[in-house]
């Protein structure tokens, strides 16, 4: 018999135990041992258990599957709704029928138990193409009325062979690390700058607010700490890009994690190589400051991941995004 109910410590455990390399946070990077990843994601488990929602699929008493979400504030404050992310969909099982049953079940009571003070919910997910079920994932989220919004390519870090310049006299260019007095103008670039975010090509979105959440998180990078380092562009004192990203720790691991946050260029300055100028110190600063790090960009944003190709990035992952919006 199969029913779902809230996670609980010894199935969570039971269920970890059995899961493969594959269906691990991190298991594309080879150096990091398996037994240390479940022991992460039985970590990040238990936090959501607490402060977000954990539900386990239950085959005969069984830990088949398992869903965790949590709700986006930020997000939510920008759009004016609800906004949850699932954060891990997990089955035991590879068998096509089973995962869909599972899927269905686990998605019905996610929907059921969100609350709802308004008259609609945003649901969000993305799914790792590296996992063995990944295809089966893909399709059962389809029949459960979930839109796929466009890929993420995540690429890992080498080091780097070349060495960032600060300034580039023949074009007037400098690169500097942003300051509070950037702030405005990081934001304003930010409005105009956008294609490729989830948030622009989630038809369930308002595009006005996707920017506004945009810019608004620009700012908070500096202003509020949200980027570990961010640097920037100009030319003649105005700043034509800027590019960000944030330093984790992972205490089960003991090692720090570097992510890119976001990066954005004056569209009439495209194609004169300022991204990959200031890629150049983004990844300088993730190797002098974390042990491992990963580099995003949507499949459509061809000329950043031609930029990371040509720099010898390994390619990691694809992660399928997908959105789902409830009406009540």
């Known amino acids: 018999m199969l029913y779902i109910s809230e996670s609980k410590p010894s199935a969570l455990s039971e269920f970890v135990i059995g899961l493969r390399r594959d269906q691990l946070p991190y298991h594309e990077h080879k150096f990091l041992e398996g037994g240390a990843l479940k022991y992460v994601f039985m970590a990040h488990c238990k936090r959501l258990m607490s402060g977000g929602i954990s539900l386990m699929a239950y085959q005969d008493g069984k830990p088949v599957a398992l869903l965790s979400a949590v709700k986006d504030e930020f997000d939510s404050e920008i759009f004016g709704m609800p906004c949850y992310r699932i954060t891990d969909f997990v089955f035991n099982t590879g068998d096509v029928n089973e995962i869909q049953i599972l899927s269905k079940a686990l998605i019905e ?27 089966r994932i893909f399709n059962s989220l389809v029949r459960s009325g979930f839109y796929y919004i466009h890929t993420l390519l995540s690429f890992g870090l080498v080091e780097p062979d070349i060495e960032p310049v600060y300034l580039y006299p ?10 509070n007095a950037d702030a405005a103008e990081v934001s304003g670039l930010a409005s105009q700058s956008f294609r490729y975010s989830r948030f622009h090509l989630d038809p369930y979105l308002d595009n006005e607010k996707a920017g506004q959440l945009l810019c608004t998180s620009a700012s908070n990078s500096i202003l509020q700490g949200f980027a570990d380092i961010m640097f920037v562009a100009e030319i003649k004192g105005k700043i034509v890009g800027y590019y960000s990203a944030k ?37 300088k600063w993730f ?23 040509n720099k010898r990035l390994p390619l990691l992952r694809g992660t399928h995004q997908f959105s789902k919006l409830l009406i009540s």
């Open 287 to 309: 190797f002098n400051n974390t042990d491992f790090a990963e580099l995003g960009t949507y499949l459509a944003n061809y000329p950043v991941h031609k930029t990371w190709i």
């Open 170 to 179: 023949e074009t007037g260019l400098s690169i500097r690390i942003a300051n």
């Open 109 to 135: 009571e996610l929907e059921r138990i969100l609350p709802a003070p308004n008259d609609k919910v945003h649901i969000a997910i993305g799914i790792n193409n590296n996992v063995l079920n990944s295809d």
């Open 247 to 283: 330093k984790k720790h992972i205490p089960e691991l003991n090692k720090i994690l570097g992510e890119v946050i976001v990066s954005a260029i004056d569209p009439e300055m495209r194609g004169m190589g300022v991204f990959t100028k200031l890629d150049h110190h983004i990844q």
